[in-house]
């Protein structure tokens, strides 16, 4: 997901792969863009199909959900690549995509949440990680309304999104929520120390 008008500025990797990949996508919604279709419509449908996802991780097959996961999230980025080819892009669109993003990822873990019931230790760890995630991207949030840019993270959604993926293919859903509870939660506390620091420069103060 993730509609918008602007070039990738920052060296980060995965700004890196997106442009990369961006050929691809566009050849690949270029028949969407002739028939119309809005890239809203297609947020909305990759979001749909991520609860769908999450219902299939809640019935126990953890495997098929893990490759279902990697289709729905190459599907995730042709809205982006929609709203650029067609000139769509929108505040609104960037706001529908990145909020439907966390409601995407709240059904897996409420989908992985089902899966356990019972299990008391599985239900903290699926507790501590959408804790995490959802910090993780107030906290960007947060400080972007401050005016301060927070794109740094250990553990940003393409991360989180890999390591659940390798965690149900493998069968190792434990240990991957495990490892997601931990760097997630760093991650936004990464995202706090960046921001003291960036807050500080900016007022020209010593960080306290």
């Known amino acids: ?37 809005s890239p809203n419509v297609l947020t909305v449908v990759g979001f749909l199909a991520m609860v769908g996802v999450a219902w ?8 098929l959900a893990g490759l279902l996961i990697i289709f729905v999230g190459l599907f995730d980025a042709l809205d982006g690549a929609l709203a650029r080819m067609t000139g769509k892009a929108s505040a609104f669109g960037a706001f529908l995509d990145s909020t439907l993003d966390r409601f995407a990822e709240i059904a897996l873990y409420l989908g992985l949440l089902y899966l356990y019931r019972g299990d008391t230790l599985a239900t903290v760890l699926v507790y501590l ?7 993780v991207s107030y906290t960007r949030a947060r400080a972007e309304g401050l005016g301060l840019e927070c794109k ?41 120390w960046h921001v003291r620091g960036a807050a500080a420069e900016e007022s020209g103060e010593r960080p306290h």
């Open 152 to 192: 740094v993270g250990l553990f940003t959604r393409l991360e989180r999104l890999a390591v659940l993926i390798v965690g149900l293919i493998l069968t190792r859903t434990l240990w991957a929520l495990v490892v997601l509870a931990i760097f997630s939660n760093l991650t936004a506390l990464q995202r706090m």
């Open 1 to 37: 997901m993730g509609p918008t008008a602007q070039e990738p500025t920052s060296q980060d990797p995965r700004d890196a792969l997106r442009a990369r990949t961006r050929g691809l996508l566009e050849f690949v919604v270029r028949p969407l863009a002739r028939a119309g279709v």
């Open 56 to 63: 299939v991780l809640a019935l126990g097959h953890q495997r």
């Open 129 to 135: 990680t959408i804790t995490g995630s959802l910090m």
